[in-house]
């Protein structure tokens, strides 16, 4: 065989092995970006999406172009539902993402925004969304519509290579093909949301609802709180925050702000690591640069919603570390909230005359500079009184943010 013969051949099989891995990548669809047909027991269970979550919901926005988003972090992963039937402008989409912080959330607003003309936007936020430290995620925003300033970005071709002819795509859909029955990571909904139906496998692997608290408590009291700041070189949290407010109301986009729940042991968590008055502050914040620019604008300002104070659904006593199989009923640990605790606060944030139904209690309070500080003082005389209360709780939490 000639040199030139031989070439050929390598090319002609270069690029047929190029296509036959492209058409693979694409027929399994590891992160679910093609909408392939779905076959059970061979590519129904998108594993690696957790790895590629911004990149995912990006292009799903592209797709679905919704009138309604919901931004926020794993919270509202797991708590909203876009499928209730509190929303009036579809399509609804949870554009939710894990550690996301506030310039992630506007940053996916104007995307939005700029895919299909936005109506409604569910704000979700809590500490961590202030987190100055952009997480290190697969967070890139040339895959967005616009840029910071709002102009137009040209999609990439790397987008299409990292998805269909990369190696890190080829390696997915190999563990997507022989890891169908794995329980190892979340799985998620065409909707943006978490899948609860599994939740609890990944609960029970862990040890339990109390064995689940004492971890995540740890967790964040030994990192996520260690270094917190609502300031870096990189960005002001207040300042991204006030832009997309004006965002907002220069597009005449209906902006719901809310404070989501914690479980009454994270709410201690943050007062152990000495975060209670950033968190104070971040209220006061929210509320007064939420009415300084709705004055700029002329307009009535957004309703700021708190859920993040004490009540009967925070409050419920952990199982024993003995009673593994015994769950909570509003939450999955102290982090996250469960979906039917999701619903009742879009009754009270959308709905409020029918929360009464199945006698459920109101526990979110809406929020301004008028009320505030007697809304804090509240908050701080319920902690007392929880730390009064759950005397046994409360020293197992100091025991763990000291380790």
């Known amino acids: 065989m000639s040199f030139n013969q031989y070439l050929k051949n390598s090319i002609i099989i270069f690029f047929l092995l190029i296509f036959i891995i492209s058409i693979f990548n694409f027929l399994v669809d590891p992160y679910s970006i093609y909408n392939s047909k779905l076959y059970e027991g061979i590519n129904s269970y998108k594993l690696e999406t957790h790895k590629h979550l911004r990149m995912i919901k990006a292009e799903k926005i592209i797709q679905i172009k919704p009138k309604t988003i919901i931004l926020g972090t ?17 399509p609804v989409y949870n554009a939710s993402m ?167 042991r994270k709410l201690q968590v943050i007062k152990l690591k000495g975060l209670q008055n950033k968190f104070d502050n971040l209220k006061r914040n929210l509320t007064l640069l939420n009415e300084k620019v709705a004055l700029e604008f002329s307009a009535t300002p957004y309703n700021v919603w708190d859920f993040s104070g004490y009540n009967s659904y925070n409050t419920i006593l952990l199982p024993t570390l003995e009673n593994k199989e015994q769950q909570l009923e509003w939450f999955w640990e102290s982090t996250h909230y469960k979906k039917k605790l999701g619903d009742l606060m879009l009754s009270e944030i959308f709905d409020s005359n029918n929360i009464d139904i199945d006698n459920k209690k109101k526990f979110g309070t809406k929020i301004s500079t008028y009320n505030i500080e007697k809304h804090l003082k509240k908050i701080q005389k319920d902690q007392i009184s929880w730390e009064k209360k759950f005397k046994r709780e409360f020293s197992e939490l100091k025991k763990n943010c000291e380790q």
């Open 74 to 90: 794993s919270k509202s992963e797991y708590g909203i539902d876009p499928d209730h039937t509190v929303w009036i402008d579809h």
């Open 98 to 264: 894990t550690s996301a912080n506030i310039y992630e959330m506007y940053r996916y607003m104007q995307h939005a925004h700029a895919t299909k003309n936005l109506k409604t936007v569910l704000l979700t936020l809590d500490l961590m969304s202030f987190n100055s430290e952009i997480s290190k995620t697969d967070f890139d925003e040339n895959r967005l519509s616009v840029d910071i300033d709002g102009n137009l970005q040209k999609k990439s071709i790397s987008n299409l290579i990292s998805t269909v002819l990369s190696l890190d795509a080829t390696i997915s859909s190999i563990k997507t093909v022989f890891n169908q029955n794995s329980r190892k990571y979340k799985r998620y909904l065409s909707n943006g949301m978490i899948d609860e139906k599994y939740e609890w496998d990944y609960i029970l692997k862990k040890g339990g609802v109390r064995n689940s608290f004492i971890r995540d408590e740890k967790y964040y009291c030994s990192k996520v709180y260690k270094n917190f700041s609502l300031y870096s070189n990189k960005f002001n949290s207040y300042e991204i925050y006030e832009k997309l407010l004006k965002f907002a109301y220069k597009n005449n986009i209906d902006l719901y702000v809310v404070i989501s729940p914690y479980h009454a």
